[in-house]
């Protein structure tokens, strides 16, 4: 488990969580993935949840218009 601390681009909040490695690739590993680790975050409140889908709507949209309305 690991606790993590970070603010998403274009955000203004300190976000903290909770999450477990559920996948890992090393710079040696023969795979099509890039090597790093993939996490899956544990009990996220619902406003950092919120933050989270806004963050990756806006990224998949490419709204250059986007602001931080939490």
Do not use: N, Y
């Amino acid at each position: 488990m690991l606790h993590l601390s970070f603010v998403l681009p274009r955000g203004t909040d300190t976000l903290s969580v909770a999450g477990e490695v559920v996948r890992t690739a090393l710079l040696c590993a023969e795979l099509k993935a890039e090597p790093g680790m993939g996490l899956r975050f544990v009990d996220l409140p619902d406003e950092t949840l919120l933050q989270f889908r806004k963050f990756v709507q806006w990224e998949m949209i490419g709204d250059l218009e986007w602001e931080a309305t939490i």
